[in-house]
């Protein structure tokens, strides 16, 4: 695709539950980031993808959290037994160059902001 | 833990004034420094980036870095209300991923 699409847009869902966001990347990408945004907070980064293998998950704020990435393309970050403080925008982003290489210039996805009640 | 620190705002000025947003970073091996613009309810947008101290303009927007005091900004002339947005400083040290600052919100009034 021409640019990074995120599902669903919102998802409000109640505490317990598990949740699934997807992102679909630049096509040809094979460097995806995934970045949560909680309410007048700064980007926490959750977990990078090099092709389907997560060189770097050490964002991940707990085991509940989990992504996975399939032929280097769609990825899918699962939240087990959802809590009130998951609740946050998660964004996804590849670099512009595609591969992560040089100046790691990152471009966004329009994000899956998560409701949990 | 790499840091980034940004002042929350909000800065006000006014249409027409130079905004001067600023930063300061912990790492001394981060090696280039971006500058992402986020309106409300969207996701950021690169602005600029910069890796060497000095200067380096694009347009109406100027980032300036001094890596031997850890400290990047950027400057906004001429500013409109279309600007009025939060401003995202992130450090990248080479590491695999971006550190975001938390943002400084700019207001600019007509």
């Known amino acids: 695709g021409a640019g990074v699409s995120q599902s669903p847009s919102n998802k409000v869902t109640e505490k317990g539950k598990d949740v699934e966001l997807r992102c679909d990347p630049i096509s040809g990408h094979t460097a995806l980031y995934w970045y949560r945004q909680s309410l007048g907070q700064g980007l926490e980064f959750l977990i990078y993808f090099q092709g389907n293998s997560a060189p770097d998950k050490s964002g991940l704020p707990s085991d509940r959290f989990s992504a996975e990435r399939t032929g280097g393309s769609v990825s899918t970050l699962t939240i087990q037994r959802t809590q009130q403080e998951d609740s946050a925008v998660y964004l996804c982003a590849t670099p512009r160059s595609g591969s992560h290489s040089g100046a790691n210039v990152l471009t966004f996805g329009a994000g899956s902001r998560l409701t949990v009640l | 833990q790499k840091e980034v620190e940004q002042n929350s705002g909000p800065l006000s000025v006014p249409e027409g004034a130079i905004a001067s947003l600023n930063c300061t970073y912990s790492?001394?091996?981060?090696?280039?420094f971006f500058w992402y613009r986020q309106y409300s309810g969207k996701s950021p947008e690169l602005i600029m980036f910069?890796?060497?101290?000095g200067d380096k303009e694009d347009g109406r927007f100027t980032a300036q870095l001094n890596k031997a005091s850890q400290y990047v900004s950027l400057l906004i002339r001429d500013s409109q209300p279309s600007d009025s947005a939060t401003y995202l400083c992130a450090e990248d040290s080479g590491y695999s991923t971006l550190t975001f600052g938390k943002g400084t919100m700019l207001l600019v009034s007509p």
């Open positions: 790492d001394r091996g981060s090696q280039s």
């Open positions: 910069i890796y060497s101290n």
